[in-house]
Structures are given as C-alpha cells and as structure tokens.
C-alpha cells in the first residue's frame, strides 16, 4: 500500500470517528482564506469508486394555519456550486403565532441506496434579540419520521425566527471508517476542535428559517355595564339584576375588541337552551340578538369593531320565577371570526331573577383514586358554594355534609357562615379507603333565617370509588446498542 493511499484512509478514520463541533456562524466564500490550512470536506476523496456520488440533503417548509396550508419553500442551494454568503441569506417562510411547521423530505441519496442518517438542528431567536445568544439544538436520527416529529412539534408561540439546518447520510460503501455525508448547501460550518485537524474542517448544510410573528387577529369579549376588562369570573357570574316574576328589565352589556378590525355575532341564550332551535344560539327567537349596520346600510347580525372599539346594548329580557343565568357570547359558532386569536373570553354570565335568596352548592360528580391492594388511599372531595341572587345583605346558612361508605353511613358535619353576595367559599371533606371502596359524599347548604327561592341548587352528591393499582412489571433487560453521537454541531 502506498504512503499517500494510508495517509487518505488515516484521515478519513480520524474525520468521522471524532465528534464534531461546529461555529454558529456560516462561513462565507470571501471568508475562507481567514482560515489557511482548513480542510474541505466537500473535497475530500471518500469513496472507493472513481464516480462516487455524495447524497443531496434537500427539504422544504410549509405552514399550517388553521386548516389551510401555505406553499412549499425549499431550502437553500441544493446544488453544491454557487456563492456562499457569510450573512444568513436562507429561504424564508412566514408564520403566525398559533400556527404549525411541516417538513417534507426531497434528499436524494448519492451512491447508496437509501438515506440512513439525518443530522437536523434547529436555532430559535426571538423577535429584536441576537441570535448569537441563542443556542443550536442537534440530533442526528434514523429517518424522516424521527425529524418531522421534532420540527413539526417546535412550538410557535411567541414573535421570532427558526432556522433549521439538515445535513443526510446514505449506506454508500466508502473508504473505512468513512460515512457518506451531504456535502451540499447555503450554510458552511467550521469545526475546530477536532484535534486530528487542527486548523478546523469545512461542513455544509441546507437550511431555510421559519420567520413568526404576531399575526394580526381580532379578539371580542362581553363585559357588563361598569366594566371594560373581561374576567374568568365572569363565566359564574358578571352581574346580577332582580325584579318582580314576570316583570320586564332592561340593562345594558358591552362588546369589546381588542385585536384587529373584525365582525362577530353577540347573543345571550337562557341556561339550558342552547341546542333549542328557535332560543339557542342558533335560533331566531334568542332573548337578546346583537343587531349593527353594515356598510351599505342595512341591518345585521354581524357586529364589526375596530381595534379597542366597544359598543354597548340594551338587553331586556322577562325576570323568572326564580333565578336562570342568561349566558352572553360572541362568535358563538367559534367560526365567526374564525382567526378570532382567545375564544376563553367570549363568554359571561348574568344572573336574573325574583328579589330574594338562592344559594347554591357544587361539586364533583364522580371522583376516582387508585391504590395497591391493602394500601389505604385518601380523597379530598372540595364542595363549593356560593349566592346566586342579588339581594345586597349578608346571608347567614347552615353548610353539612354525610358520608356513606359501602352504604353505610360513617361520618358527618356541619358549620354555620355568612355568605355576602357574590362571595364562593369552600369544604373539604375528606374520605380514606382501600381498593373496591366506594363512598357517597353530600353536601348540602340552607339559609337559617331567609327563604330560599329555589332549593333544586342546595345539594350537591360526589360518588368516590377506590380502585386498586396492579404492581408494576419490569420486562426483562435487554442489550441495546448506543445512540450516535451527533456528527456535526454547529454550536461554539
């Protein structure tokens, strides 16, 4: 064997048994005579036949926005001729938050038969930071499928770019203890901690970034009168108004719109009457429809707000025997906008009823705890409860709770409190067993003194059930073999 063919095969041993670290930056073509002595991978003499062939990393991105799905854009320089920019000069694709990456695979492989390795890195920066502060995350895995599971799940939640860097393998023979790597793309990398190499070696990647932004999208929500900002409390109750049965009021609700200029429906159902078709949310005869007019004049059932607009309606709806909540939302369909960006607002409720008392007392209906057999579990069932009316004087109630165990009843309480209006306070009662155990927990809250105007709402029942948790199995060990290190890391 000749001296310079052992010295060919000595390096290509040294060149990919190391790890390899790479600079952030890619390294222009008006930049390479700054790194003298630097060997080129994209040079090197890797393969045992004369017309060997190195495989073509290659892939494009699309953006799924909803249900739509944006063009293809490719990823940079699948060739390897052409100028190499020291700058990021990558094929951009343009996304919102909220929106999802695809990947789609287009390496061709060289003179194997099929690709074996893909080396994926990605690097977010966000939006106004330098990206030189930001790290690359590498993986070199098996397939496609192993690189569309961690770009397609990158998380677009906040203003910034990706860029996403591929490099391929293919099972082409080489010389020994070389692998025929993708020598093609925009992005030339340098390592320098190859200690076989000193002076660094040149790698090449194909990559093209995923520029997001905020997007522009409208967000509406109801408010009650004296009140600009929506709030989670908003969903059990916003206000309360009272009348005689059967007497009729008016008060007013506003709808805001915080995002940009869109149109929205904003109605109000009764509790309870959702799917009716004539006084559901799809319904003609709903108690309070939001009417404007559109922009040739005539009426709608479309409200359109500009960004921080509002507008205010007049709602007059029948007062009940005893207290109903009135639910108000916009975009009821959830499609009306259909890029509205937060749907959790868009509801409140208003509380409308007699002038007198009702409380009310929740919990949940079936609770479950697992435990290994003999073992002794506990659960702590949480009742809540609170007034529904809107008389403006504290209430003084009795709160007691029972427990039965198996049908058998074991324990059991009661405490007196003052309820203020629009005030939820809470009991914890709590029951330990084992499994197969089965307990039932009620709880029921009374005014002392006042007259309840509805007593369907007073008790409230939780079943708990004990089930028992089979020990864990261990399968038997078995010998694997250990991943790859990654092959090119383009972090300092």
């Not at 909803?66 to 320089?77: L, M």
């Not at 009662?429 to 155990?437: E, L, M, N």
Request: hydrophobic share 30%.
């Amino acid at each position: 064997m000749s001296k310079k063919l052992l010295t060919v095969l000595l390096m290509a041993v040294f060149i990919f048994t190391i790890p390899i670290f790479a600079y952030a930056d890619g390294i222009g073509d008006d930049q390479t005579s700054n790194y003298p002595g630097v060997e080129d991978y994209r040079y090197m003499n890797i393969g045992i036949d004369p017309d060997h062939q190195r495989p073509k990393a290659d892939f494009s991105l699309q953006i799924k926005s909803g249900d739509k799905i944006s063009e293809e854009v490719p990823s940079g320089k699948i060739d390897d001729e052409g100028y190499i920019s020291s700058s990021p000069d990558s094929p951009v694709i343009q996304a919102k938050v909220g929106d999802k990456i695809i990947i789609n695979d287009r390496s061709k492989v060289g003179s194997g038969s099929k690709i074996t390795q893909y080396d994926i890195q990605y690097r977010f920066t966000p939006e106004g930071k330098n990206r030189e502060d930001y790290v690359i995350h590498p993986a070199i895995v098996g397939s496609f499928d192993s690189v569309k599971n961690i770009i397609e799940n990158l998380p677009l939640t906040e203003p910034g770019t990706y860029e996403i860097y591929l490099a391929v393998a293919d099972n082409a023979q080489c010389l020994p203890g070389a692998t025929n790597w993708s020598a093609n793309g925009n992005v030339r990398s340098i390592n320098m901690n190859n200690p076989n190499f000193p002076d660094g070696m040149f790698w090449y990647f194909t990559c093209a970034a995923v520029e997001v932004t905020e997007g522009k999208k409208p967000d509406f929500y109801p408010t009650p009168e004296g009140s600009s900002e929506w709030q989670e409390s908003y969903l059990e109750c916003a206000a309360t108004y009272v009348g005689e049965p059967g007497e009729q009021i008016t008060f007013p609700v506003n709808l805001y719109n915080i995002g940009s200029k869109g149109s929205t429906d904003f109605r109000a159902v009764w509790e309870g009457q959702g799917n009716d078709p004539s006084a559901g949310w799809k319904g003609s005869n709903a108690p309070f429809i939001a009417t404007g007019t559109s922009e040739d004049g005539k009426e709608t059932n479309l409200i359109t707000l500009g960004k921080e607009e509002f507008e205010t309606f007049e709602v007059t709806v029948t007062v009940p025997d005893q207290f109903r909540k009135l639910y108000f939302k916009a975009n009821t369909d959830g499609k009306t906008p259909a890029n509205e960006q937060v749907l959790d607002n868009n509801t409140m409720v208003i509380l409308i009823g007699p002038d007198g008392i009702d409380l009310e007392i929740n919990s949940p209906p079936v609770m479950q705890k697992g435990a290994l057999k003999g073992q002794q579990v506990s659960v702590d069932v949480l009742f809540t409860y609170f007034r529904i009316d809107g008389k403006e004087v504290p209430v003084e109630a009795e709160v007691t709770w029972d427990v039965t165990k198996n049908g058998t009843p074991i324990d059991g309480g009661s405490k007196t409190v003052t309820l203020p209006l629009r005030t939820l306070d809470k009991q914890v009662v709590t029951v330990t067993g084992q499994p197969y155990d089965t307990f039932i927990v009620t709880g029921e809250i009374m005014p002392t003194t006042e007259k309840d105007l509805n007593l369907s709402n007073n008790k409230s029942v939780t079943k708990v059930y004990i089930t028992e948790i089979f020990p864990h199995k261990d399968p038997p060990a078995t010998k694997e073999n250990p991943s790859p290190g990654t092959r090119v890391n383009l972090r300092d």
